[in-house]
Each structure stands twice: as structure tokens, then as C-alpha cells.
Nanobody, 130 residues
């Protein structure tokens, strides 16, 4: 069993910044790839960013590229999402996700598919006001 717990959401004005955190606990193993997704009311859950367990590449959705930065601290079993230049359209529940991965980096198309993740957090709300 793996538990993922997000924190750091809140209300911010457009143009502002927030930093989300996600703590992983339980049997993640050494090859645990993690990502961020978000879901706005009435919309499907969409990919934001992902870091494969081996590091190296960090994948981003086009809508957040250049504004959001994802990082991970394997020693602390934590991932982070630094969100800058926030827009009202970034308003959503943000969810941490994880999967036990294979040896290879599966690439953006694979990691951007929410069906490829085994574990999910409860989410943290981000609201950006105009």
C-alpha cells in the first residue's frame, strides 16, 4: 500500500505563485515514478507534470511549460510543484500520482496518461483569482 498526501494549495491572485508538495509513504519501492495531475470542475483530470523514477527527464503539459517546475527529493520521498505566473485557468484540484515503473523511461505520452498510475492522493485545491 502506498499513501500520497498533497499540501500547499490555496487562494492566490493571478500572476502569483504557489508551491505544492506531495509526501509518499508505504511500499513505493525504488522505481516509483511520480506525477501531478489537475481537475477543474466539470472537466476531466489532466496531466500537469511527471518525473520518472530514474530522474533525467521531467515532462510537462504544454499549458504549464515555462511556468511550473516539478522536482523530487528521493531521500524524503517527496515531490514538489513550483507554480509561477498563475492564471485563472490554473484553478483546479491538484493530485499527486505514482506508479511502480520498469527500467526504462516510458516518455511523455505514457506518463501523461492518468490510467498508467496506480496510486493517487486526495488532492489539494488551487484557486487563482483575477
Amino acid at each position: 500500500q502506498v499513501q500520497l498526501v498533497e499540501s500547499g494549495g490555496g487562494l492566490v491572485q493571478a500572476g502569483g505563485s504557489l508551491r505544492l508538495s506531495c509526501a509518499a509513504s508505504g511500499r513505493t519501492g525504488l522505481t516509483y515514478t511520480m506525477g501531478w495531475f489537475r481537475q477543474a470542475p466539470g472537466k476531466e483530470r489532466e496531466f500537469v507534470a511527471a518525473i520518472p523514477w530514474r530522474g533525467g527527464n521531467i515532462y510537462y503539459a504544454d499549458s504549464v511549460k515555462g511556468r511550473f517546475t516539478m522536482s523530487r527529493d528521493n531521500a524524503k520521498s517527496m515531490i514538489y510543484l513550483e507554480m509561477n505566473s498563475l492564471r485563472t485557468e490554473d484553478t483546479a484540484g491538484y493530485y499527486c500520482a505514482g506508479r511502480r515503473d520498469g527500467a526504462l523511461d516510458n516518455g511523455l505520452r505514457f506518463y501523461s496518461n492518468r490510467e498508467h498510475y496506480d496510486d493517487w492522493g486526495q488532492g489539494t485545491q488551487v484557486t487563482v483569482s483575477s
